[in-house]
Antibody
Framework: QVQLVQSGAEAAKPGASVKVSCKAS????????ISWVRQAPGQGLEWVGW????????NYALKLQDRVTMTTDTSTSTVYMELRSLRSDDTAVYYC?????????????????????WGQGTMVTVSS | QSVLTQPPSASGTPGQRVTISCSGS????????VHWYQHLPGTAPKLLID???ERPSGVPDRFSGSKSGTSASVAISGLRSEDEGDYYC???????????FGGGTKLTVL
């Protein structure tokens, strides 16, 4: 079945970096992108960014674009999200989610469907 | 402050019908699809309503979505105790080039 399996919980100090993985299975990896969504304690959902294995295109949330990098490894069907210069308000559960967008060449259209498959979530705790 | 506006809470008794609203603007709901997510305690969010009104496979027909202009809503009929959780609306925002979410509505089944 279609599945996204994320790496385990992370603890990091302010100013450090963290890298979370999301391994896809059960579908053709290159045909869907992956979005990352986070939820801080007691808060709502916040979109972090998106990447597609199809052409490497990415699209990051404005408030995080200076600190986040997403990459893909097509040999292992895995997507990575690295967040740098961590702050205490980055403490959150980070989810990866499958999200399709139509891409032609280097250009991708805005999404027309929601995120239909989600990983189990990875708790990232930033504390000194 | 979320770009999309939802009521923070909603409630109903078993069997009742409950509606949760979501208000946005022309750059998001007014020009793009709205999607709804159900987030139950201890689980990952689940796509509940896709593209304004479509139910993904496996979602009971007790759940329905609608949209008019820059507002959308999800209705839950025949309320059940297992529906208790948080509900989020989301839409693509053309100006921000971002997904935007509502702040979430906590549904309580009394």
């Amino acid at each position: 079945q279609v599945q996204l399996v994320q790496s385990g919980a992370e603890a990091a100090k302010p100013g450090a970096s963290v890298k979370v993985s999301c391994k896809a299975s059960g579908y053709t990896f290159s045909t869907y992108g992956i979005s990352w969504v986070r939820q801080a304690p007691g808060q709502g959902l916040e979109w972090v960014g998106w990447i597609t294995p199809y052409n490497g295109n990415m699209n990051y949330a404005l408030k995080l674009q200076d600190r986040v990098t997403m990459t893909t490894d097509t040999s292992t069907s895995t997507v990575y999200m690295e967040l740098r210069s961590l702050r205490s308000d980055d403490t959150a559960v980070y989810y990866c989610a499958r999200e399709g967008r139509y891409c032609s060449g280097r250009n991708c259209d805005p999404p027309r469907h929601g995120m239909d498959v989600w990983g189990q979530g990875t708790m990232v705790t930033v504390s000194s | 402050q979320s770009v999309l506006t939802q009521p923070p809470s909603a409630s109903g008794t078993p069997g009742q019908r409950v509606t949760i609203s979501c208000s946005g603007s022309s750059s998001n709901i007014g020009n793009n699809y709205v999607h709804w997510y159900q987030h139950l305690p201890g689980t990952a969010p689940k796509l509940l309503i896709d593209r304004d009104t479509e139910r993904p496979s496996g979602v009971p027909d007790r759940f329905s979505g609608s949209k008019s202009g820059t507002s959308a809503s999800v209705a839950i009929s025949g309320l059940r105790s297992e529906d208790e959780g948080d509900y989020y609306c989301a839409a693509w925002d053309d100006s921000l080039k971002n997904w935007v979410f509502g702040g979430g509505t906590k549904l309580t089944v009394l």
